[in-house]
């Protein structure tokens, strides 16, 4: 499911838009749109200052990273203080984030699609909370440190989390 409502693409036949889940009211948006390889809990509204409010700064986002290999205690040090990425072709160091290795995997609904199996190496699983959204940033953050994304996850957003959702949920809630 791409995390927009409609597009103009005409590369876009294949694809599933969150349009096509039910009849939203007019005037709905996404707040912070999820790339497409990305899963996890989106917000909808039709009411502007509430996007705004949970896309600023004082809201904290947290995402579970399933990253490439066995992350180090210094890369989770450079990922809390703040990490130079590129954000619209122009150096940009992120904010600090908190950041949390998981010592077992996250128990998260199954992927349709695969990501990997363990003979191509370990993995790890982190929790990043940020209070930012740049594009792409958590992924950049974690390529950055020498640990590229494989699978991202946003769980929760401000006290919204997606326990005990399914995949294709839609409920509705007031904050």
């Known amino acids: 499911m791409v995390s927009q409502f409609i597009t103009n693409d005409r590369h876009s036949k294949n694809k599933k838009f969150l349009g096509e889940l039910q009849d939203f009211p007019e005037g709905t948006m996404a707040i912070g749109r999820l790339d497409e390889p990305s899963e996890g809990l989106l917000l909808l509204t039709t009411d502007g200052k509430m996007s705004s409010k949970i896309r600023s700064r004082k809201t904290e986002k947290e995402y579970y990273v399933q990253v490439d290999g066995l992350i180090t205690d210094a890369a989770l040090k450079v990922l809390e203080n703040g990490v130079e990425i590129s954000v619209e072709g122009s150096a940009y160091k992120t904010l600090p984030s908190k950041v949390t290795l ?28 940020i209070t930012e959204g740049k594009f792409r940033q958590v992924r950049k953050m974690t390529a950055a440190v020498g640990f590229p994304t494989l699978r991202l996850v946003r769980y929760r957003v401000a006290n919204i989390t997606i326990d005990a959702m399914d995949a294709g949920d839609v409920k509705e809630i007031a904050l």
Do not use: N, V
Request: aromatic residues 8%.
């Open 102 to 129: 998981f010592s077992i995997a996250p128990s998260l609904p199954k992927r349709a699609k695969k990501i990997r199996d363990d003979r191509h190496g370990p993995t790890s699983w982190i929790s990043i909370i």
